[in-house]
T-cell receptor, first 118, second 116 residues
Protein backbone atom coordinates (compact mmCIF):
# COMPACT_ATOMS: atom_id res chain seq x y z
CA UNK A 1 0.00 0.00 0.00
CA UNK A 2 1.13 3.52 -0.81
CA UNK A 3 2.25 5.40 2.29
CA UNK A 4 -0.40 8.10 2.53
CA UNK A 5 -1.72 9.38 5.82
CA UNK A 6 -4.59 11.81 6.21
CA UNK A 7 -5.36 13.68 9.39
CA UNK A 8 -7.72 14.12 11.00
CA UNK A 9 -9.78 11.16 9.84
CA UNK A 10 -12.96 12.60 11.32
CA UNK A 11 -13.84 16.14 12.25
CA UNK A 12 -16.99 17.94 13.26
CA UNK A 13 -16.87 21.71 13.20
CA UNK A 14 -19.17 24.69 13.10
CA UNK A 15 -19.97 27.02 10.26
CA UNK A 16 -17.47 29.84 9.95
CA UNK A 17 -14.54 28.10 11.62
CA UNK A 18 -11.27 27.41 9.80
CA UNK A 19 -10.32 23.83 9.12
CA UNK A 20 -7.07 22.31 7.88
CA UNK A 21 -6.72 18.78 6.59
CA UNK A 22 -3.29 17.29 6.24
CA UNK A 23 -1.98 14.75 3.78
CA UNK A 24 1.40 13.16 4.38
CA UNK A 25 3.13 10.78 1.97
CA UNK A 26 6.25 8.69 2.33
CA UNK A 27 6.49 7.74 -1.36
CA UNK A 28 8.29 10.85 -2.62
CA UNK A 29 5.67 11.14 -5.39
CA UNK A 30 5.69 14.39 -7.32
CA UNK A 31 1.96 14.99 -7.67
CA UNK A 32 -0.55 15.36 -4.88
CA UNK A 33 -4.27 15.98 -5.07
CA UNK A 34 -7.26 16.77 -2.92
CA UNK A 35 -10.64 15.38 -3.95
CA UNK A 36 -14.01 15.53 -2.30
CA UNK A 37 -16.56 12.75 -2.52
CA UNK A 38 -20.27 13.45 -2.44
CA UNK A 39 -23.18 11.13 -3.29
CA UNK A 40 -24.01 11.21 -6.98
CA UNK A 41 -20.95 13.25 -7.87
CA UNK A 42 -18.22 10.70 -7.55
CA UNK A 43 -14.94 12.36 -6.69
CA UNK A 44 -14.25 15.92 -7.73
CA UNK A 45 -10.85 17.56 -7.81
CA UNK A 46 -10.40 20.51 -5.47
CA UNK A 47 -6.73 21.41 -5.88
CA UNK A 48 -3.58 19.65 -6.92
CA UNK A 49 0.16 20.14 -6.66
CA UNK A 50 2.82 19.29 -9.19
CA UNK A 51 5.74 20.14 -6.94
CA UNK A 52 6.79 22.01 -3.83
CA UNK A 53 5.03 25.38 -3.82
CA UNK A 54 3.44 24.59 -7.20
CA UNK A 55 -0.31 24.24 -6.94
CA UNK A 56 -3.30 24.76 -9.15
CA UNK A 57 -7.06 24.77 -8.95
CA UNK A 58 -9.33 21.91 -9.77
CA UNK A 59 -12.99 21.69 -10.62
CA UNK A 60 -14.39 22.74 -7.23
CA UNK A 61 -11.77 25.02 -5.70
CA UNK A 62 -13.98 27.84 -4.38
CA UNK A 63 -13.72 28.14 -0.61
CA UNK A 64 -10.54 26.07 -0.41
CA UNK A 65 -6.84 26.84 -0.38
CA UNK A 66 -3.81 24.57 -0.35
CA UNK A 67 -0.15 24.70 0.47
CA UNK A 68 2.79 22.43 -0.18
CA UNK A 69 5.99 23.50 1.53
CA UNK A 70 7.55 20.03 1.48
CA UNK A 71 7.32 17.15 -0.97
CA UNK A 72 5.66 14.95 1.61
CA UNK A 73 2.95 17.28 2.90
CA UNK A 74 -0.09 18.79 1.19
CA UNK A 75 -2.48 20.85 3.30
CA UNK A 76 -6.08 21.67 2.45
CA UNK A 77 -7.59 24.66 4.25
CA UNK A 78 -11.18 25.74 4.51
CA UNK A 79 -10.84 29.36 5.60
CA UNK A 80 -14.42 29.60 6.80
CA UNK A 81 -16.24 26.29 6.69
CA UNK A 82 -19.78 26.09 5.34
CA UNK A 83 -22.34 23.30 5.50
CA UNK A 84 -21.88 22.69 1.75
CA UNK A 85 -18.33 21.61 2.53
CA UNK A 86 -19.55 18.66 4.55
CA UNK A 87 -17.99 15.80 2.63
CA UNK A 88 -15.40 13.07 2.61
CA UNK A 89 -12.04 14.39 1.51
CA UNK A 90 -9.47 12.19 -0.15
CA UNK A 91 -5.84 12.93 -0.72
CA UNK A 92 -4.10 11.17 -3.59
CA UNK A 93 -0.60 10.92 -4.97
CA UNK A 94 0.87 9.92 -8.31
CA UNK A 95 4.09 9.88 -10.21
CA UNK A 96 4.39 10.26 -13.95
CA UNK A 97 4.92 7.10 -15.87
CA UNK A 98 8.38 7.18 -17.35
CA UNK A 99 7.02 5.68 -20.53
CA UNK A 100 3.82 7.51 -21.17
CA UNK A 101 3.90 10.92 -19.56
CA UNK A 102 2.13 12.63 -16.71
CA UNK A 103 -1.31 11.30 -17.47
CA UNK A 104 -0.52 7.64 -17.21
CA UNK A 105 0.22 6.99 -13.58
CA UNK A 106 -2.60 5.78 -11.43
CA UNK A 107 -3.57 7.68 -8.32
CA UNK A 108 -3.04 6.16 -4.91
CA UNK A 109 -5.52 7.39 -2.36
CA UNK A 110 -5.43 7.99 1.34
CA UNK A 111 -8.13 6.61 3.60
CA UNK A 112 -10.23 9.75 3.54
CA UNK A 113 -11.20 12.43 6.05
CA UNK A 114 -14.85 12.82 6.94
CA UNK A 115 -15.71 16.44 7.66
CA UNK A 116 -19.05 17.55 9.05
CA UNK A 117 -19.84 21.25 9.19
CA UNK A 118 -22.80 22.05 11.44
CA UNK B 1 -13.94 19.59 -20.96
CA UNK B 2 -13.85 15.92 -20.20
CA UNK B 3 -16.75 14.06 -18.71
CA UNK B 4 -17.44 10.56 -17.45
CA UNK B 5 -20.95 9.18 -17.13
CA UNK B 6 -21.95 6.09 -15.20
CA UNK B 7 -25.64 5.89 -15.87
CA UNK B 8 -26.30 3.03 -13.45
CA UNK B 9 -26.39 4.35 -9.91
CA UNK B 10 -27.06 0.99 -8.27
CA UNK B 11 -27.16 -2.62 -9.40
CA UNK B 12 -28.36 -5.50 -7.29
CA UNK B 13 -27.57 -9.10 -8.22
CA UNK B 14 -27.62 -12.50 -6.63
CA UNK B 15 -24.31 -14.22 -6.05
CA UNK B 16 -22.87 -15.99 -9.11
CA UNK B 17 -24.68 -13.73 -11.53
CA UNK B 18 -22.64 -11.66 -13.96
CA UNK B 19 -22.84 -7.88 -13.71
CA UNK B 20 -21.74 -5.28 -16.23
CA UNK B 21 -21.04 -1.69 -15.30
CA UNK B 22 -21.31 0.91 -18.02
CA UNK B 23 -18.95 3.84 -18.45
CA UNK B 24 -19.21 6.44 -21.21
CA UNK B 25 -16.69 9.22 -21.51
CA UNK B 26 -16.19 12.46 -23.42
CA UNK B 27 -12.86 14.03 -24.27
CA UNK B 28 -11.37 16.06 -27.10
CA UNK B 29 -7.95 14.53 -26.61
CA UNK B 30 -6.74 11.80 -28.90
CA UNK B 31 -4.50 10.40 -26.18
CA UNK B 32 -6.05 9.70 -22.82
CA UNK B 33 -6.24 7.12 -20.06
CA UNK B 34 -9.17 5.34 -18.53
CA UNK B 35 -9.31 3.86 -15.06
CA UNK B 36 -11.57 1.81 -12.84
CA UNK B 37 -11.48 2.08 -9.06
CA UNK B 38 -13.32 0.06 -6.43
CA UNK B 39 -14.55 1.49 -3.13
CA UNK B 40 -15.62 -1.27 -0.73
CA UNK B 41 -17.80 -0.52 2.29
CA UNK B 42 -14.69 0.21 4.34
CA UNK B 43 -14.23 3.34 2.22
CA UNK B 44 -10.78 3.10 0.71
CA UNK B 45 -10.28 3.50 -3.03
CA UNK B 46 -8.63 0.59 -4.78
CA UNK B 47 -7.12 0.87 -8.23
CA UNK B 48 -8.31 -1.87 -10.60
CA UNK B 49 -7.12 -1.08 -14.11
CA UNK B 50 -5.63 1.55 -16.40
CA UNK B 51 -6.10 1.57 -20.16
CA UNK B 52 -4.62 3.99 -22.68
CA UNK B 53 -6.55 5.20 -25.68
CA UNK B 54 -4.36 3.37 -28.17
CA UNK B 55 -4.95 -0.03 -26.69
CA UNK B 56 -8.41 -1.34 -27.47
CA UNK B 57 -7.71 -4.91 -26.52
CA UNK B 58 -10.11 -6.26 -23.98
CA UNK B 59 -8.56 -7.32 -20.72
CA UNK B 60 -9.38 -10.09 -18.31
CA UNK B 61 -8.11 -10.42 -14.78
CA UNK B 62 -9.64 -13.34 -12.95
CA UNK B 63 -13.37 -12.70 -12.71
CA UNK B 64 -12.96 -9.12 -13.93
CA UNK B 65 -12.97 -8.09 -17.57
CA UNK B 66 -12.99 -4.78 -19.36
CA UNK B 67 -14.35 -3.89 -22.78
CA UNK B 68 -12.91 -0.71 -24.28
CA UNK B 69 -14.66 0.55 -27.41
CA UNK B 70 -13.29 3.79 -28.75
CA UNK B 71 -16.00 4.01 -31.41
CA UNK B 72 -18.69 4.37 -28.74
CA UNK B 73 -16.47 6.08 -26.12
CA UNK B 74 -17.20 3.34 -23.65
CA UNK B 75 -15.11 1.42 -21.16
CA UNK B 76 -17.37 -1.17 -19.58
CA UNK B 77 -16.51 -3.45 -16.70
CA UNK B 78 -17.88 -6.94 -16.15
CA UNK B 79 -17.72 -9.04 -13.02
CA UNK B 80 -18.28 -12.70 -13.82
CA UNK B 81 -19.81 -15.01 -11.25
CA UNK B 82 -20.18 -12.23 -8.71
CA UNK B 83 -19.42 -12.79 -5.04
CA UNK B 84 -20.55 -10.98 -1.92
CA UNK B 85 -17.06 -9.48 -1.61
CA UNK B 86 -17.65 -7.68 -4.89
CA UNK B 87 -20.21 -5.46 -3.17
CA UNK B 88 -18.76 -1.97 -3.51
CA UNK B 89 -19.02 1.29 -5.36
CA UNK B 90 -17.14 1.25 -8.64
CA UNK B 91 -15.82 4.39 -10.27
CA UNK B 92 -14.75 4.93 -13.84
CA UNK B 93 -12.30 7.80 -14.45
CA UNK B 94 -10.54 9.58 -17.30
CA UNK B 95 -7.32 11.58 -17.55
CA UNK B 96 -5.72 13.49 -20.37
CA UNK B 97 -2.24 12.41 -21.36
CA UNK B 98 -0.69 15.86 -21.62
CA UNK B 99 -2.25 17.37 -18.52
CA UNK B 100 0.11 18.54 -15.80
CA UNK B 101 -0.27 15.80 -13.29
CA UNK B 102 -2.79 13.01 -13.52
CA UNK B 103 -6.00 14.89 -12.91
CA UNK B 104 -8.69 12.27 -13.02
CA UNK B 105 -12.26 13.08 -13.87
CA UNK B 106 -14.54 10.57 -12.17
CA UNK B 107 -17.97 9.32 -12.99
CA UNK B 108 -20.65 9.38 -10.32
CA UNK B 109 -20.04 5.74 -9.41
CA UNK B 110 -22.15 2.59 -9.54
CA UNK B 111 -23.03 0.81 -6.33
CA UNK B 112 -23.04 -2.96 -6.73
CA UNK B 113 -24.84 -5.04 -4.17
CA UNK B 114 -24.28 -8.78 -4.38
CA UNK B 115 -26.75 -10.77 -2.33
CA UNK B 116 -25.97 -14.27 -1.11
Amino acid sequence: DAGITQSPRHKVTETGTPVTLRCHQTENHRYMYWYRQDPGHGLRLIHYSYGVKDTDKGEVSDGYSVSRSKTEDFLLTLESATSSQTSVYFCAISDPSLLAGAGAGELFFGEGSRLTVL
Amino acid sequence: AQKVTQAQTEISVVEKEDVTLDCVYETRDTTYYLFWYKQPPSGELVFLIRRNSFDEQNEISGRYSWNFQKSTSSFNFTITASQVVDSAVYFCALSEAQAAGNKLTFGGGTRVLVKP
